[in-house]
């Protein structure tokens, strides 16, 4: 193999990760900017304003600095916006089982493992999270925390990797999508199950030619977790009813994963270095990723 053709990959990855860093440094500046900005000009800054502006950083001033920096790749794929092969609504909802239970579980073993660590560490609780939720309005965590990531980041780890990534071969693409897609969300709170989650949504992409399936599952994902289950407040017939529902469709999830984990292919990866995992931690873009992303989760951990 020509050694052009070998470090396509290192350079593709490495652009990437070059992008995701400027893409999130940027919408990080920018809504940073913009809620000073608010706050000068305005005697109430609430969470509903600061959801829409960091929003409007990640999708109105960061991501046009990715799709630039991105723009020296080449596509070899058409957008996976219409389904190749299309999903039966049976097999939909066991997809979405899967999703919705591999979150679940790994949700609740990451919470324990960095509960564990701030404890021994003497650091704060990491729940600014559902700190904000508490102050988000119905219609804000209806659009801005359900609607738009769903969409949004689906289109754009999902769809947009797809194009740049898929010449490399499946397993690559989903890997790599999903690393980004959980590591994106700048904390270890999420990260874990961001990562799981993006595997199998990579994978459905694969799998039917389309980010819709993702979309969907994606949304309800988000809508069950910012909507439904805060709905419930303090109410302990509520709150018992939504913790015996999370527990049987994880349940059903996890029993649709075993099913479907015989029937799980992905073609044969083309045009790797000998080294791939060199390649994607070894190039100065990953490595300018990889300081970002654990600068900004340190951050996060020390409140």
Known sequence: MPQKKRNDFA?????????????????????????????????KVTTDLLLLLNDVGIYGLGLPVLLAIG???????????????????????RAAAVGYGSCMVVNLASLLLLTAIRTLAG????????????????????????????????????????RKLIRFGQLPYILISAFFFGSFHGNLDQFFY??????????????????VYGMLIHLFI?????????????????????????LVMAGWGLVQL?????????????????????????????ILWFITFVVVCVLNLLG
């Open 11 to 43: 350079v593709a990855v490495g652009l990437l990760g070059l992008g995701f860093t400027c893409m999130l440094v940027i919408s990080m500046l920018g809504a940073s900017l913009m809620t000073m900005a608010a706050v000068w000009t305005t005697d």
């Open 71 to 93: 723009h020296f790749l080449p596509s070899t794929a058409p957008f996976p916006l219409r389904p190749v092969r299309a999903l039966r609504p049976v097999t939909f909802a």
């Open 123 to 162: 650091l704060p609780e990491g729940d600014s999270v559902n700190g904000m939720m508490d102050q988000v309005s119905p219609w804000a965590s209806l659009i801005l925390i359900s609607l738009v990531p769903a969409v949004a980041e689906e289109l754009v780890f999902r769809g947009y990797l797809y």
């Open 194 to 211: 961001a990562f799981v989650l993006g595997c199998w949504l990579g994978y459905l992409v694969c799998r039917t030619g389309s980010v």
């Open 222 to 246: 988000n809508f069950f977790s910012s909507c439904v289950l805060t709905s419930a407040g303090e109410s302990a017939v509520a709150n018992t009813l939504l913790g015996a529902c999370i």
């Open 258 to 286: 075993w099913d479907f984990h015989r029937r799980l292919f992905v073609r044969p990866a083309t045009g790797l270095p000998a080294h791939p995992v060199r390649a994607v931690l070894l190039n100065p873009g990953m």
